[in-house]
């Protein structure tokens, strides 16, 4: 790939630091901010008077036009320059997010969330496309190692501060976001080399974006509003819309020659299958990640500190054990891993089913956290793999923005989907028993997308990955596990965004 820019830059060096720090900041900034509004809807609920439905849209306005443009957000990167397009981002989500702190009502919150989902677009492709963009060779793979071992760091600290923020004032959850934007603007422009591809088409999927957002945006709202309104004139005409629109997208990426999403690498049995497992199992954590925060502060009494930072055991055990489970995958193949971590963590799902008022966290929260985590470390890595080995090596990049982008629409339309199914709106999170009733269903129903997920992983993921690999992608087998294993911090929020092979393999 070519660079106006050569990649010359070293891990060890003052600039190869700049960079490095820049890109753990960028990234950082659009993942904590998502862990943290979990914890904040119940006092954005109270302080804002909201009802569930404004709640749901707290979470899914961000993670729509996230998940809508994410793949535009790094074309654009490719085509005038990956850090401009990025500093852009963080400037974008830096404005969102004052707007987010100053916001008098759920409304003015709902769109200003809908424009830090435009910057995170923006930003989140940016980060690791600048690491792959400066360094090179050996230099490269260190670099991404260090971009996610200290974005794991950021993941697990995030709830600490989160919590402790939100304890003083939510407010202070979005407003914290501008001296970090300001110091990642500073350093960026100093530090930063740009780059972009020059061989990078100036056409966009324009029409496809557009389809993309209308659908997922009307699907979302109909799905939403039906936990109200029920089988209303606008449910039925906004699910309509929404149906229309994804599937004028689909046609709309079979014939344009510059598609967001090539829909031939569809034609693989064993990508479909892989991102089909990422849809139902990414549902069911976006649900999760949701309702159990709110579940411990208004039924169990929880603090938003301890709330919030209830889930941090998935993430400590996910940084110990998926780089084995990707080593694991390589040598047995991704199909067990693939079945046996979906199933490992519907029972803690389940399990977690049971928590309710006066719930110990030792006794009652913890253990099955363990037991969800243990399911994801054994699940992610080779959920990963199998996706960028499916895929031909000049597609990889495209392929992991797929996965990445199925990951967030299955979340947004879970948090949609399934507290409606399970009866929760209105009121229902200021009312203990009723919230309570609502959460035991909406955790059976997202276990049973766990366990659909791993019949589903069970069913059609067959061939170990270096045989689901082009022949000549074999010789890049092990480089790919390792960069693998050393991404999988990511796997709770989505799938890792790795930088593409160029024609000849070779990571750019």
């Keep these: ?105 759920i409304e003015t919150l709902v769109a200003a969330r809908a424009l830090q989902g435009v910057g995170g677009a923006l930003l989140t492709p940016g980060s690791l496309a600048i690491i792959s963009a400066s360094f090179h060779g050996p230099d490269r793979a260190a670099a991404v190692g260090a971009w996610s071992g200290l974005g794991g760091l950021a993941g697990a600290f995030g709830p600490f501060v989160g919590g402790w923020l939100v304890e003083w004032n939510w407010r202070a959850v979005f407003l914290v976001n501008l001296p970090v934007a300001l110091v990642i603007i500073a350093v960026a ?63 709309v990426e079979h014939r344009s020659r510059n598609p967001l999403v090539p829909l031939g690498l569809f034609g693989n049995a064993q990508f479909s299958a892989a991102n089909a497992v990422t849809f139902l199992v990414y549902g069911a954590l976006g649900v999760l990640f949701v309702l159990l925060v709110l579940q411990l502060q208004v039924v169990s009494g929880f603090s938003p500190l301890l709330a919030g930072t209830s889930l941090l ?14 080593a694991l995958a ?40 363990v037991v969800f985590g243990a399911g994801l470390a054994v699940m992610v890595a080779p959920l990963t793999a199998t996706v960028l080995d499916s895929a031909p090596d000049r597609f990889a990049g495209v392929a992991s923005g797929v996965n990445n982008a199925v990951a967030r629409a299955a979340g947004l339309l879970a948090v949609a989907v399934i507290p409606v199914a399970a009866g929760l709106a209105g009121d229902d999170y200021t009312e203990p028993a009723g919230f309570s009733e609502g959460f035991s269903r909406a955790m059976v129903l997202s276990a049973v997308l766990l366990l659909v997920g791993a019949a589903l992983a069970a069913a059609f993921v067959r061939r170990p990955l270096a045989a689901a690999a082009e022949p000549e992608a074999v010789a890049d087998a092990e480089e790919e596990r390792m960069r693998i294993e050393d991404c999988t911090h990511c796997g709770v929020a989505g799938p890792p965004l790795h930088p593409p092979r160029d024609a000849q393999g070779s990571r750019t």
């Excluded at 006092?43 to 899914?60: C, E, K, P, S, Y």
């Excluded at 443009?69 to 981002?89: E, P």
């Excluded at 039906?226 to 819309?241: D, N």
């Excluded at 928590?355 to 913890?366: N, T």
Aim: positive net charge; charged residues 10%; contains cysteine.
């Design 1 to 105: 790939m070519t660079q106006t820019a050569e990649a010359t830059l070293r891990m060890g060096t003052a600039r190869g630091r700049w960079v490095l720090l820049t890109t753990v900041l960028g990234s950082g900034l659009a993942m904590l901010d998502a862990t943290v509004v979990n914890v904040a809807l119940g006092r954005i609920g109270t302080d804002l008077d909201a009802g569930f439905a404004g709640l749901q849209w707290t979470v899914n306005a961000y993670t729509l036009t996230l998940a809508s443009l994410i793949l535009l957000g790094g074309s654009l990167g490719d085509r005038f320059g990956r850090r401009r397009v990025f500093v852009i981002g963080v400037a974008w989500f830096a404005a969102a997010s004052l707007l987010c702190g100053l916001a008098p009502n």
């Design 330 to 369: 390589q040598r047995i193949g991704p199909r067990v891993p693939m079945t046996l971590g979906p199933l490992i963590s519907a029972a803690g799902v389940l399990w977690m089913s049971r928590i309710g008022a006066d719930a110990s966290y030792l006794v009652d929260v913890l253990p099955p956290v």
């Design 189 to 251: 422009s100093r530090h930063v080399p740009e780059s972009r591809d020059a061989s990078a088409s100036d056409r966009f999927d324009t029409v496809g974006t557009v389809l993309a957002v209308v659908g997922l945006g009307a699907l979302t709202y109909g799905l939403t509003a039906a936990g109200e309104q029920g089988a209303s004139g606008t449910v039925v005409g906004a699910c309509l819309i929404g149906a229309l629109g994804l599937a004028g997208f689909v046609w």
């Design 313 to 326: 055991p998935v993430t400590a055990i996910m940084l110990v054990f998926s780089s084995r489970a990707g």
